[in-house]
C-alpha cells in the first residue's frame, strides 16, 4: 500500500522542482519543537516533536509555506488541518495539503482555501505576502530581507525568528516603540542580536541616511546584564561596540551598552550640596544621536511615569524604542505595556515548557510550625540586642521584615541540606531570601551544616548580594559556569531575580514571600533552562513560605495574554516634557557624570538609629508539613500528585467502565494503543505494580482495581482459570498444539502478556522445543489459524 513517505518521493519534490523550488530553499522532514519533557516518578522522557513534511523558505531567515503530504490514496486535503495548525505556530500564512497528485492550499491573508494542479513560485508567494507585511517600499522590502547572523552553535527557533521578523518589519514600518514578550530562558539577547545585525548590517537608521549604519543603545539595570551580551552575544560586532561608564561620552561607535545608572546623575542624597550640580550624562549625546533604543528587563520601572529612568527614554525620543520583557500583562507592569503598546509578539512560559525548550517544575512546599501557626514571643522576652520584643502575633510576612527568627532560618537550612542528601549535592541551587542580612544568616547556617563538603570546597556556599560586590560577582559567574562545580548553593534576595543565565540550576528555594506575580515569574524563570547534555531536564521549587503554591494557583499564573486598550496606550503614551540637546547643539563637546553603582538597600544601623527588625535566637522550631506538587502530564494544573490517583483518573477519562476497558484491551493492536497513551502520559506498569505490592498482577487489572475498584487478580490466576474453565477450547487443538498453548500461558503466568508477541515468543523455550517457527506454524495448520488460536487465548484470559 502506498506511503506518505511514496508520496513525497515519488510525486511531492518532482512537482516543488517544477515551481521553482530548489534544495535551498525545501526543509524536508524538518523539527521544530524539541518534544515536551516529561517527568513522572523519577522516569524523565520526551514527547514526540512537532515536524513538518515540507517547510518551504524564501530566504535561509524566511519561510512563506508549510506542506503536509498524505498516502495517494486519500484525499488531496486530508493533511490539511494539520498544515494549518503548524502554520499557525510558525507563523506562516500558506498551508497545503497534497496526495501527490492534486495540491489543496489555505491562504491565512484571505481565508481562501482552493484546489491547485501546481505549487505557486517562491516569488509568487512572497508577492502575496508583501502586500499585508506593511513593507511598502522595495528599500524596505529589501531590508528586512538582509540575511540573520548565521551563529553555528545557536541557530534560531522557530519562535526566535518570528519574534526577529516581526520586530524588524515593525520598525522598518516605522512604528516608533515595540515590545517583544519571551519567556525567561527563551532567548531574548538572541533575538536582540538578530534584530540589530539585520538592522546594522542593511544600514537602517531612524534618519532614512542611506550612507551610514545605525547608532544602537542597549539598555539595562544591572552590571551583569550588559557585561554578559556586550562580552559574549554581541561579539561579531567587534569594534562597533561600546560600554558607555566611567564619565567618558564616546560618539565613534555603533552598538553602545549602558546601564540606567551610567547615565543618570548621582542620587542628589549623596552629592556635596556646596558642589555645583552634576548634570545627567546621558545629556552628553545628543537627543538625535541613536536611532533605536533597546530596552531589556523593560518591565522593572523604566516606562513608569514616575520613574527617573523614564527621562531617559524622554530624552532620546527621536529613536525607536524596543522593550524586551519576560513578564506578560499585569497591574504592576501596565506602564511598560503602555508605554511600548501591546507586545507584537509572546512566547510565553507554557508555550515553552509545551514546545520543549523549558524545563517542567516539581514545587515542594514546606511548613515550619511557625510558619502554620504563627509565632508569639513570651511574657517580657528579649531580643538579640537587650530589647523586649512586642508582645504581638507574628505571621510568616512578618518573618524577617518585622523579627528574624534564628531558629526557623536554621530548620529551612537544615531541611534543604537534607534534601540535597537525598537527591543530589552539587545540584546548583539558588536561595531567595528576604533581604541581605537573612542572606547572610541563611548562608552561616547553610555552610555549618555541610561543614564536610565546605572543608573540600569552601566555595560550597556562598551570598551573592549587593554588598558582596565584585566577590559576589565572581561567585555568581561560577554558578553560571557549567563545567564548575561551586558554588553549588548561592543565598541571595533581590540581585539574582532576573537576568541570571544559570542553564544547570536544578533547585529554586523561596525563603520569603514573593507578592510580585511578575517577580514571581522572574525567580522562576532562574530554574526553566534545560541542558540535555548535562541531564537538566526539570527542576525543583522549594517553598518555605507558600509564595509558589498561591501564585501557580492564580489563573493570571500562565493564562491567555493579557493586552491594553489602544486607549490606554494612546492616553498614556505621549512623551513627557524634558529638556533635548540636538546633534547640532552638542557637537564637538564632551560632558561626564559620576556613574552611581547598582542601588542597594541598607542594613546596617548607624549608632543614632534603631534597628529596624528584632532578633530572636532561642526556640525550637520543626517542619510540620511537606507536600510535592507537580504539572500533570497533560499540563492541566499544578496538583499533588500520587501515581495510583493519576492513573486512576486517566483510566477513567480513556474508560468509562471495567467493561470498556475489557473490550479494547482484548484486541492487541486496540490494547497496544492504550499503552502507548498511558506511557506517553508518564504511567509506567511495573512502577504500579511495585507501588501496589502486586509485581504479579497484570497490568489490566492493575488499571482496573485503581480505577474501578475491581478485585487485583494474579497473572497466575488468571492463567489457572483458562486451563480450569476453557477445557472445550484446547480440546480443539491436537495434544502438541495444547502445550504449545499451555507453555504460552506459562510464560504470560511467569513474564506478562508480552510473550503473546508472534512470533517471537515462539523462538523462547520451552515453546521452542517442538521446533522452528515453521514447524509450530504448521501444528496449527497455517500461521493464520496459529494467529486465530493465540488471540482466543488472549480474549479468554481477559473474558468476565
Known amino acids: 500500500m502506498p506511503t506518505e513517505a511514496d508520496t513525497c518521493r515519488k510525486y511531492v519534490l518532482p512537482k516543488l522542482y517544477a515551481a521553482g523550488w530548489t534544495d535551498e530553499h525545501i526543509l524536508e522532514q524538518r523539527t521544530f519543537t524539541a518534544g515536551r519533557i516529561m517527568t513522572m516518578g523519577g522516569k524523565v522522557w520526551r514527547r514526540p516533536q512537532k515536524r513538518a513534511d515540507y517547510l518551504l523558505r524564501y530566504l535561509s531567515n524566511l519561510a512563506l509555506a508549510v506542506v503536509e503530504a498524505k498516502a495517494s490514496y486519500k484525499h488531496p486535503g486530508h493533511g490539511l488541518g494539520q498544515a494549518k495548525d503548524y502554520a499557525e505556530i510558525l507563523d506562516l500564512k500558506f498551508a497545503y495539503s497534497t496526495n501527490g497528485q ?62 526577529v521578523n516581526r520586530v524588524v518589519a515593525a520598525l522598518l514600518g516605522g512604528r516608533r516603540r515595540v515590545l517583544v514578550t519571551m519567556a525567561t530562558g527563551t532567548g531574548k539577547t538572541h533575538v536582540a542580536l538578530q534584530i540589530c545585525w539585520k538592522l546594522w548590517s542593511s544600514k537602517w537608521n531612524a534618519k532614512g541616511d542611506p550612507t551610514r549604519k545605525p547608532r544602537i543603545l542597549y539598555l539595562a539595570d544591572r552590571n551583569f546584564l550588559i557585561d554578559d551580551p556586550k562580552d559574549k552575544i554581541f561579539a561579531p560586532f567587534g569594534d562597533a561596540r561600546w560600554k558607555i561608564e566611567g564619565g567618558v561620552v564616546t560618539l565613534g561607535r555603533e552598538m553602545y551598552f549602558a546601564t540606567y545608572q551610567s547615565l543618570m546623575p548621582p542620587d542628589p542624597g549623596r552629592v556635596d550640596k556646596s558642589q555645583p550640580a552634576i548634570r545627567a550624562f546621558y545629556k552628553g549625546f545628543p537627543a538625535d544621536f541613536f536611532d533605536l533604543v533597546i530596552v531589556d528587563e523593560c518591565h522593572r520601572g523604566s516606562a513608569s511615569d514616575e520613574s527617573n529612568w523614564r527621562d531617559i527614554l524622554d530624552y532620546f525620543q527621536p529613536a525607536h524604542h524596543l522593550g524586551m520583557t519576560a513578564t506578560p500583562l499585569r497591574e504592576e507592569n501596565r506602564d511598560t505595556y503602555l508605554y511600548f503598546g501591546n507586545p507584537v509578539y509572546t512566547y510565553s512560559l507554557k508555550q515553552g515548557i509545551d514546545d520543549g525548550f523549558l524545563a517542567p517544575y516539581r514545587v515542594h512546599r514546606v511548613v515550619t510550625q511557625w510558619d502554620a501557626a504563627g509565632w508569639r514571643p513570651s511574657k517580657d522576652e528579649i531580643d538579640r540586642y537587650g530589647r523586649e520584643i512586642p508582645d504581638e ?33 552539587f545540584a546548583k541551587t539558588i536561595v531567595f531570601c528576604v533581604d541581605q542580612e537573612h542572606a547572610l544568616e541563611m548562608r552561616t547556617a547553610l555552610n555549618n551544616l555541610n561543614t564536610d563538603l565546605v572543608q573540600q570546597f569552601p ?43 544559570a542553564p544547570t540550576c ?27 547534555d548535562y541531564g537538566k531536564f526539570s527542576f525543583n521549587i522549594l517553598d518555605y513560605t507558600g509564595t509558589a503554591t498561591r501564585n501557580f494557583a492564580d489563573p493570571a499564573f500562565d493564562g491567555e495574554p493579557a493586552f491594553a486598550s489602544q486607549e490606554e496606550i494612546d492616553a498614556r503614551g505621549e512623551i513627557r516634557k524634558t529638556e533635548v540637546l540636538t546633534t547640532e547643539d552638542i557637537e564637538g563637546t564632551e560632558e561626564g557624570a559620576r556613574v552611581v553603582g547598582e542601588e542597594k538597600p541598607t542594613f546596617g544601623d548607624g549608632p543614632n538609629k534603631p534597628r529596624r527588625k528584632y532578633y530572636y535566637d532561642g526556640g525550637q522550631v520543626e517542619i510540620v508539613a511537606e507536600l510535592v506538587h507537580e504539572l500533570d502530564a497533560d499540563d492541566k494544573q499544578l496538583r499533588v500528585v500520587k501515581l495510583a490517583d493519576y492513573t486512576a483518573e ?86 502438541e498444539a495444547r502445550e504449545i498453548l499451555d507453555g504460552l500461558l506459562e510464560k504470560y503466568a511467569a513474564d506478562g502478556e508480552v510473550q503473546f508477541t508472534l512470533p517471537d515468543v515462539l523462538k523462547l523455550p520451552p515453546i521452542s522445543q517442538h521446533g522452528n517457527v515453521n514447524e509450530i506454524i504448521g501444528k496449527f495448520g497455517g500461521a493464520d489459524a496459529l494467529r486465530e488460536a493465540v488471540k482466543k487465548l488472549e480474549s479468554l484470559l481477559y473474558a468476565a
Request: glycine content about 6%.
Open 506 to 532: 536544578r533547585n529554586i528555594v523561596l525563603a520569603r514571600l514573593v507578592n510580585s506575580m511578575v517577580e514571581f515569574k522572574q525567580i522562576i524563570g532562574r530554574g526553566t533552562r534545560v541542558r540535555d
Open 393 to 425: 502575633h507574628y505571621q510568616t510576612a512578618d518573618f524577617e521584615r518585622i523579627v528574624a527568627l534564628k531558629a526557623r532560618t536554621g530548620t529551612i537550612a537544615r531541611h534543604l541540606t537534607d534534601f540535597l542528601k537525598r537527591t543530589d549535592r
Open 650 to 735: 486517566k483510566v477513567r477519562a480513556l474508560c468509562t467502565s471495567p467493561e470498556d476497558l475489557r473490550a479494547r484491551w482484548i484486541d492487541g493492536e486496540e490494547r497496544a494503543d492504550i499503552i502507548c497513551q498511558f506511557a506517553d502520559r508518564g504511567i509506567d506498569f511495573p512502577q504500579l505494580a511495585s507501588l501496589t505490592g502486586r509485581p504479579d498482577a497484570d497490568p489490566f487489572d492493575l488499571l482496573c482495581h485503581l480505577a474501578f475498584n475491581a478485585p487485583l487478580l494474579t497473572r497466575r490466576q488468571r492463567a489457572d482459570r483458562v486451563k480450569k474453565k476453557e477445557v472445550a477450547f484446547f480440546r480443539f487443538f491436537s495434544p
Open 459 to 501: 566555595n560550597y556556599v556562598c551570598r551573592v548580594t549587593a554588598d558582596e560586590g565584585d566577590i559576589g560577582r565572581g561567585h555568581m559567574g561560577d554558578f553560571q559556569d557549567v563545567e564548575t562545580r561551586t558554588p553549588v548553593i548561592l543565598t541571595t534576595s533581590q540581585l539574582l531575580t532576573t537576568g541570571l543565565d
Open 102 to 163: 492534486g495540491i489543496v492550499e489555505f491562504d491565512f491573508l484571505t481565508g481562501k482555501e482552493t484546489e491547485l494542479d501546481a505549487f505557486p513560485s517562491p516569488d509568487a508567494l512572497w508577492q502575496r505576502l508583501q502586500t499585508t507585511a506593511g513593507l511598502k517600499t522595495e528599500e524596505q522590502r529589501q531590508r528586512f530581507l538582509t540575511p540573520a547572523l548565521a551563529v553555528p552553535d545557536k541557530p534560531l527557533r522557530y519562535y526566535q525568528e518570528i519574534a
